[in-house]
């Protein structure tokens, strides 16, 4: 995914979208420091869709807070900046297709009430890597066990 983004960089440096240029750039670097960190070459499919989920939510949660505090204008990038890295995120999971993970996991656990709720939301999330943000998956399974 790594070259994938450097070229998108590229690009986006040519076509003087500064916006893009430098969220990317904000990413390669999150990338760099997650190399570092574990102290290898290159990361793993996994590893850098962590980052990016990493990132996705920094902005999220930007976004939320400048938009209570009025600063529309700032809540506003941080939002076009999310916009610009789920671009590099697998498509969403759809409520029906988590929901059918969900029950598959219940049914193998054999849960039956929400005492099991960590072990379902483990196991759920692990199927769905990237797929689906963890907070959604958390409201989901709460509807379905009844919690």
């Known amino acids: 995914m790594e070259p994938r983004i450097r070229e998108d960089l590229?690009?986006?440096?040519k076509a003087l979208d500064a916006t893009r240029v430098s969220t990317l750039r904000l990413l390669l670097a999150k990338l760099t420091n997650e190399k570092i960190a574990l102290r290898k070459d290159s990361l793993t499919d996994e590893e850098e869709l962590k980052c990016i989920q990493s990132e996705i939510k920094k902005r999220k949660e930007a976004s939320e807070m400048y938009r209570a505090g009025g600063r529309l204008e700032s809540a506003d990038k941080e939002n076009s900046e999310r916009i610009i890295l789920e671009e590099y995120m697998p498509a969403q999971a759809s409520d029906e297709e988590l929901i059918a993970v969900i029950n598959e996991v219940k049914n193998t656990l054999g849960v039956v009430d929400k005492s099991?709720?960590?072990k379902v939301m483990?196991?759920?999330m692990a199927k769905v890597k990237g797929r689906?943000?963890?907070?959604?998956v958390?409201?989901?399974?709460?509807?379905?066990?009844?919690t």
């Open 10 to 13: 590229k690009k986006s440096q």
């Open 116 to 118: 099991a709720f960590g």
């Open 122 to 124: 483990g196991q759920v």
């Open 132 to 136: 689906a943000d963890g907070g959604r």
């Open 138 to 146: 958390k409201a989901l399974i709460e509807k379905v066990l009844g």
